[in-house]
């Protein structure tokens, strides 16, 4: 498991029955998690007061029970800084175990010895643009949903890449990178988060289980000639990490050589020691 343990302001402090306790800087959530499926004793008295709970609907979505807690706070990791909301569905605009992949690309970008081009896809409030930005990569960000795109310029301005060579573009992925093709563009990584399941401006509805082949083949077409690396990342439940890897190997290792890895993301509980896994991730990179 690849464990997002270099946090200092972030830290799950337990989780169980279902839930997760977590302190975001000096905000502490209790969230529900699918995975927390085992029964913890609850010792640590901040499951009782915690500054913001979210509460599962039966119907359906669910709302956040809110003490003292502000509108939005500030998160830092390393360079980077982010700004962290509770919004619908139980989302806090970050997903810590992220910060992985974010060493990961950071630490091949840092050593390439060379410019490199990041296309990052389904990129959200853009936790890995800004990485990718800081280690000195120029980042064509592409995101569906304008609000969240907004607030990933925000991130960047907030850990000082506001003059970092970033596009910002809100854009169906798979037409832009279809487009990209058309237009000669190429880059040497591509970075892409794409959901479970969506629809398009135009109705189109997206399956990952179906959709994921064909749209990581397409994105293969955008590669440079010595490509740098590929990450996927998936929150599909039941999507085992190692489909990501036979993916990559199929579309990107099988041309370009290099060496595919995957594994589950996870992040380090306080209250046991163990990792709660949080998702999974194939990553493909040049040797």
Not at 183 to 194: F, S, V
Not at 230 to 244: C, E, K
Not at 276 to 282: F, M, Q
């Amino acid at each position: 498991m690849w464990i997002a343990d270099k946090w200092e302001e972030y830290e799950l402090l337990d989780c169980g029955g279902g839930e997760r306790l977590e302190r975001w800087n000096s905000q502490v959530l209790v969230r529900p998690d699918p995975q927390a499926i085992w029964e913890t004793q609850r010792r640590n008295p901040a499951w009782k007061r915690a500054d913001g709970r979210y509460l599962r609907s039966q119907t359906g979505g669910g709302h956040w029970e809110k003490k003292a807690l502000p509108e939005n706070w500030k998160i830092h990791y390393g360079e980077l800084t982010f700004q962290v909301k509770p919004m619908n569905f139980k989302h806090t605009g970050l997903f810590p175990e992220q910060a992985a992949n974010w060493d990961f690309v950071m630490e091949k970008i840092c050593s390439a010895g060379r410019p490199i081009r990041v296309l990052n896809l389904f990129a959200y409030t853009g936790g890995a643009t800004a990485a990718c930005a800081r280690a000195g990569a120029s980042v064509c960000h592409v995101d569906a949903a304008k609000g969240m795109v907004a607030w990933a310029k925000e991130n960047a301005k907030l850990s000082g890449l506001e003059e970092a060579p970033i596009r910002w573009i809100v854009d169906d992925c798979a037409k832009f990178v279809e487009r990209e093709i058309r237009r000669g563009r190429q880059y040497d990584a591509i970075i892409m988060d794409p959901p479970s399941y969506g629809r398009g401006p135009g109705g189109e509805v997206w399956k990952l289980e179906e959709n994921l082949y064909g749209f990581v083949k397409l994105c293969a077409g955008v590669l440079s000639d010595k490509p740098l690396f590929v990450l996927i990342n998936s929150y599909t439940t039941g999507l085992a990490p190692s489909v990501l890897g036979y993916l990559l190997n199929l579309l990107v290792g099988s041309k370009y050589g290099g060496k595919c890895i995957w594994d589950e993301l996870g992040l380090p509980v306080t209250e046991t020691g163990l990792a709660l896994p949080c998702g999974a991730a194939g990553r493909w990179f040049s040797e």
